[in-house]
T-cell receptor, first 112, second 114 residues
Framework: ELKVEQNPLFLSMQEGKNYTIYCNYS?????LYWYRQDPGKSLESLFV???NGAVKQEGRLMASLDTKARLSTLHITAAVHDLSATYFC????????????WGAGTKLIIKP | NAGVTQTPKFQVLKTGQSMTLQCAQD?????MSWYRQDPGMGLRLIHY???????DQGEVPNGYNVSRSTTEDFPLRLLSAAPSQTSVYFC?????????????FGPGTRLTVL
């Protein structure tokens, strides 16, 4: 059974710093997703990672996927306050008829 | 395009009441799904559909029914509400008949069961 674990679950950081959110998954999955959720709002797709070694970047966010280590990372470069949100990763489960299995989310607070 | 719409935004029910959460999308997506979001638990799949007339259970289907009579609409019915169903419910849709493409989410329905 596929399980997805994110860490940390909570992160408070200063503007201008770099940090990484980690997403580990327990069994084989060949597609990994990152979403963003602002407080009280819906979820917005950030990245879909399709293969081992995939790297995608959008502004100050960069996501990567290592299928051998069963690990995806979301790296934040020179954080700004607008990036404060909760970030979720989700992995595709072939065993469960292609359902997405979600991590618990990382609540990121960026202080000016 | 309105994208994915959900109604109502907020709802309070008493234990034992039934209701339907509405979901519609105007992107002609084959795949639609319902999730519930509880604090600290991420999203859990309730039911999903790969096209009109086809539905299947997700991880937490008990107490919920769905139907998909058209491509656009995917209502979620609570049969007899229980306090454990207090949650935020999100409807999502995506291209293709499997949920492998990025999903577009509705604004959510915040449900409280007393």
């Amino acid at each position: 059974e596929l399980k997805v674990e994110q860490n940390p679950l909570f992160l408070s950081m200063q503007e201008g710093k770099n940090y990484t959110i980690y997403c580990n998954y327990s069994t084989t999955s060949d597609r990994l997703y990152w979403y963003r959720q602002d407080p009280g709002k819906s979820l917005e797709s950030l990245f879909v990672l399709l293969s081992n070694g995939a790297v995608k970047q959008e502004g100050r966010l960069m996501a990567s996927l290592d299928t051998k280590a069963r690990l995806s990372t979301l790296h934040i470069t020179a954080a700004v306050h607008d990036l404060s949100a909760t970030y979720f990763c989700a992995a595709l489960s072939r065993d469960s008829n292609y359902q997405l299995i979600w991590g618990a989310g990382t609540k990121l607070i960026i202080k000016p | 395009n309105a994208g994915v719409t959900q109604t109502p935004k907020f709802q309070v029910l008493k234990t034992g009441q039934s209701m339907t959460l509405q979901c519609a999308q105007d992107m002609n997506h084959e795949y639609m799904s319902w999730y519930r979001q509880d604090p600290g638990m991420g999203l859990r799949l309730i039911h999903y559909s790969v096209g009109a007339g086809i539905t299947d259970q997700g991880e937490v289907p008990n107490g919920y029914n769905v139907s998909r009579s058209t491509t656009e609409d995917f209502p979620l019915r609570l049969l007899s509400a229980a306090p454990s169903q207090t949650s935020v419910y999100f409807c999502a849709s995506s291209r293709g008949v499997q949920g492998v493409n990025e999903q577009f989410f509705g604004p959510g329905t915040r449900l409280t069961v007393l």
